[in-house]
């Protein structure tokens, strides 16, 4: 299996950047992860909120195949301890899923075409986190799961 991570605008922070390398070096040893990094959108000043949602989930869109298997990262999923999304992610590579992507919407959240397309949702907390720090928090959390699935002593439950 395959997992990808769309996100949009890229991470300028030295902190979060330094923090999201130090787990996807670790996740290499488990499984083909990869960011795809989704440009900002040009001249938001002129948008509304709902033009600005379409434009991005063209861009996002794009990068989909049929076959994929999409996990929003949003506010109204569903939650999951890491122990449960450990279980979610095993379930998906028993069940012969080639592709998950998980995609962290713009400022707005997401167009309702996304949430259309996508096959299931997942709130990494009640609590808002920009959308810099929820990139971080989702790659250690992937991490963790792969050490749970795998009974290494990263997660202490």
């Known amino acids: 299996m395959k997992i990808t991570l769309i996100a949009i605008g890229k991470t300028e922070d030295k902190y979060l950047i330094e923090g999201i390398e130090k787990y996807l070096n670790r996740l290499k040893h488990y499984i083909n992860f990869t960011i795809l990094i989704i440009p900002d959108i040009k001249n938001t000043k002129n948008l509304t909120e709902a033009q600005q949602k379409n ?79 929820v990139r971080l928090f989702f790659v250690e959390q992937l991490y963790r799961a792969f050490t749970i699935l795998k009974n290494e002593p990263y997660h202490h439950a």
């Not at 794009?62 to 076959?67: D, F, V």
């Not at 095993?90 to 400022?107: C, D, E, H, T």
């Open 55 to 133: 434009k991005e989930s063209e861009f996002i869109a794009k990068q989909l195949n049929p076959a994929d298997v999409v996990v929003l990262l949003d506010e109204k999923g569903k939650k999951h301890s890491s122990v449960s999304f450990a279980t979610y992610l095993n379930k998906q590579m028993i069940g012969s899923v080639q592709n998950l992507v998980f995609i962290i919407g713009g400022p707005y959240g997401f167009d309702e075409s996304i949430y259309k397309r996508a096959n299931t949702s997942i709130s990494l907390s009640d609590m808002t986190f920009s959308h810099q720090m």
